[in-house]
């Protein structure tokens, strides 16, 4: 992509406004905890301290509205805390303007630093730096400093006590993620219809049991149908791939097939009346037709024993699910009736195992108030501390998008800061302010918020002006237009930045002019140093970049070796069987879902970058995405299969088990380094496969599938196309030309026989040269 069309995509995405769901009730509680601290500090202390005061309260409603899953008083206290410290500390040092400076870089980079402990935290503490800048110019004396400080504590503390006091939809994050998860089960279930190898996104899943990391505290008022229905969610994703997929389920045609799609049809529509129950906080409400579907007596007859296991096995899970989003009804007195329904009805599905006890009432029913398991705690704020120092001591220690981040940012607030304070302009603060508030980690999000930092304040400052000119407000009318700019802002703030910036704009504006100062004395001063303050942070980036464009090949050798480790760890439990619950397995599937999100989201980012592909083109990416994701399709399938504890073992799964684990080690090393990998342990595992003595043909059919999936990831990266642009584009190609194909490969037949692929130095294949052209 040129830089042209990267500045292009990164401005209208800063001037893009989106359609996003409003939260009218929290965005006016927000605003009533602004007025209630901006109105005690003009009562009892005058308009200096209830400015300070003021952004506190301001700061700390706007760390509440961050994807977070901790409590959001906490958020609202730790905002207004450490900026409280962050402004007693630079009016202390502001005398001295090297020791200011010194401060200065000192904070910018530990807040640049700290988005390796996580997004929220890193919005906190570069939010704490801004503010920072304009607070310490408020106090005039080191008492006052400390009272200023004093009241930015208060604001954060009226603003957790009005989201104690008056919760609005409470648990509606965890309830949302949870039922997001059900919900993308039945979109699945229903594709798998119509493509019986569908692919699945975890990213729902992952971000469901982000919300069940609860606190110790969470962990006592925690809603019952909260518990539970996740970890089935994970159990159920594999048994509907498994009865879909015509290597291990049904055939491709046929009335197993028809009844296979009927099955899975109603368990989507189970699933989404699941969804509904546990998002708005009612009983579950049963579709009869799908529940019909579970109690056709002759589906033994019409599937297979493999995919009628996967019929049994999803019809109990769906029960247990049902059963736990139904929760305690006793919180809905009116619905008891329909929620008792609902799981008698689910508990005569069928086929259901005979002898199996319901684990609904384990996993829903009498779990409130106990504490989750010690890897789904998460830390209190006093411990998360020491968690976020060694992340960012991490982050110093290597090379890393964060650390160049730490620098550059630094680098800008500091050179704004003087060239604020040398330009003949009045309130100089600006220029680093608006510096250190759009710069992030990637090049996408600093380049697009700089855009829109720009845009938003000239509108903000336009409607700002032509209001103060039509009313000339007073200290009270000032405070009152404030606080509803900032409202206003707080019910925008998810439409996109351009809105948000406008608000934030008018806001501060009105705010100042709070304090005394007139509008002519602010906004011409604003235009210009937030012009300035954008085009050194686009610079910055521009001169000393963390482009993710070269690092996609170590993305993609993580990904290799974490879906190898987990084949691997699935494939070793049937020469060892130790039933379906596998600690081992499940932190192989964790790890190897934390890797794909991360190749996803590098190539996201990559793709709005002005940087040539460095020997991965836009196609080979794809390709090689796609046959990593079915290789972790095909360790799903195998999972579903898993042998029950005392089942007999089958002797050859172990040495293929340490193939694959060497294989994509090596493999991962070949991707790193440019060369096409190979998977000799692989075949020769297979080839001294013993087929007679294998007792399940499942895991060597799956075996198969897995090295099909290998081989296309060798064929993905064996292929030189001519330099070609992130975006697709062939820079070789001339206008006159026309496009070139780059579509994926021809898919390899698992059955065919493999013949060895000579090598040349750089490890490509000799016949690359012909291929290629």
């Given amino acids: 992509m040129t830089w042209w069309r990267a500045l292009r995509q990164t401005a209208g995405a800063g001037l893009a406004v989106e359609r996003r769901r409003l939260e009218p009730l929290v965005a006016l509680r927000g605003a009533a905890g602004l007025a209630i601290v901006i109105g005690a500090g003009l009562a009892l202390f005058g308009p200096a301290v209830a400015a300070s005061s003021a952004f506190g309260a301001f700061q700390a409603a706007i760390a509440t509205f961050q994807r977070s899953w901790r ?72 008492a006052e400093a400390a009272g200023h400080a004093a009241m930015m504590v208060a604001g954060g503390l009226v603003q957790a006590a009005l989201i104690v006091l008056f919760p609005v939809r409470r648990w509606g994050a965890h309830r949302d993620a949870l039922a997001d998860a059900l919900a993308a089960e039945a979109d699945y279930a229903r594709r798998l219809r119509h493509d019986p190898v569908a692919p699945f996104d ?16 969470q962990a006592r008022t925690r809603p019952a149908e909260l518990h539970g229905a996740r970890g089935l969610a994970e159990r159920i994703r594999p048994v509907l791939a498994s009865l879909a997929d015509p290597a291990v389920g049904v055939p491709e045609d046929g009335p197993a097939r028809d009844r296979a799609r009927e099955l899975l049809a109603a368990a989507a529509s189970i ?55 139904g929760g305690d009804s006793g919180q809905h007195p009116v619905s008891t009736t329909k929620a008792t329904k609902a799981v008698k009805a689910i508990k005569s599905f069928k086929p259901v195992r005979r002898g199996r006890t319901s684990r609904g009432a384990a996993l829903g029913r009498g779990r409130q108030g106990r504490q989750p398991p010690p890897h789904l ?52 603060y600006w220029a680093p302010m608006a510096s250190v508030m759009v710069m992030r980690p990637d090049f996408s999000q600093t380049y697009s918020r700089a855009v829109a930092r720009f845009a938003g304040t000239l509108v903000g400052v336009a409607l700002a002006t032509g209001l103060l000119q039509l009313t000339h407000p007073g200290t009270a009318l000032s405070g009152t237009l404030a606080v509803a700019s900032a409202g206003l802002m707080y019910l925008l703030m998810r439409t996109g930045q351009i ?27 604003r235009v210009v140093l937030t012009l300035l303050g954008g085009v050194l942070a686009m610079l910055a980036y521009a001169a000393y970049p963390a482009w993710e464009t070269p690092r996609l090949r170590t993305r993609l050798a993580d990904w290799l070796t974490a879906d190898g480790r987990y084949a691997a760890a699935v494939v070793g439990h049937y020469a060892a069987p ?87 080690e090596q493999g991962a090393k070949a991707v790193r380094e440019r060369r096409v990998p190979t998977w000799a342990p692989v075949r020769e595992a297979l080839d001294a496969w013993d087929s007679a003595g294998a007792p399940d043909r499942v895991v060597r059919r799956g075996a198969r599938l897995l090295l099909a999936a290998l081989d296309d990831l060798s064929e993905a990266l064996s292929t030189t196309p001519p330099p070609m642009l992130v975006d697709g584009t062939d820079s070789t190609r001339q206008p006159h030309e026309p496009p070139r194909e780059t579509g994926p490969s021809p898919r390899p037949d698992p059955a065919a026989p493999h013949e060895p692929v000579e090598l040349d130095r750089q490890g490509r294949p000799r016949d690359q040269g012909e291929r290629s052209e």
């Fill in 499 to 525: 809105a948000a910036q406008a608000c934030v704009a008018a806001y501060v504006v009105f705010l100042l002019g709070m304090g005394g100062e007139q509008w002519t004395q602010t906004v011409p001063e």
């Fill in 271 to 325: 699933l989404d009346a699941a969804a509904r129950a546990i998002r708005n906080g009612t009983p579950v409400d049963l579709p009869a037709g799908s529940v019909a579907a579970f109690q056709t007596p002759d589906t033994e007859t019409v599937l297979a024993p493999s995919p009628h296991r996967s019929a049994t096995r999803l019809g109990a899970l769906l029960r247990d699910v049902v059963e736990v989003a």
């Fill in 578 to 664: 130790a039933g379906r619950a596998c600690g081992d397995v499940r932190e192989a599937l964790l790890a190897a879902r934390d890797a794909r999100i991360a190749w996803q989201d590098a190539v996201e980012r990559a793709r709005h970058e002005p940087v040539r592909h460095r020997g991965l083109s836009r196609a080979a990416a794809t390709d090689a995405e796609h046959a990593l994701v079915q290789l972790g399709r095909v360790g799903m399938l195998l999972e579903a299969h898993l042998p029950d504890r005392g089942a007999p073992p089958v002797p050859a799964a172990a040495r293929l088990a340490e193939a694959l684990r060497t294989a994509t």
């Fill in 71 to 142: 409590p959001r008083p906490e958020l609202a206290i730790a905002s207004g805390t450490s900026l409280a410290v962050s402004t007693f500390l630079g009016y202390v040092s502001g005398g001295h303007p090297l020791l200011f400076l010194a401060l200065l870089v000192t904070w910018t980079f530990l807040a640049g630093l700290s988005w390796a402990a996580g997004p929220t935290i890193g919005l906190i503490a570069t939010s704490n730096v801004a503010i920072m800048l304009v607070t310490v110019t408020l106090p005039t004396s080191v």
């Fill in 202 to 217: 975890p990213a729902p899943l992952m971000a469901a049991r982000d919300a069940a990391t609860i606190t110790p505290r």
């Fill in 377 to 428: 705690l998460r830390p209190t704020l006093t411990t998360l501390l020491p968690a976020a120092c060694k992340a960012m001591r991490d982050e110093l220690r290597k090379p890393s998008p964060v650390r160049r981040h730490a620098t550059r940012v630094t680098a800008v607030a500091a050179t704004g800061y003087l060239l604020g304070t040398w330009l003949p302009l009045g309130h100089g």
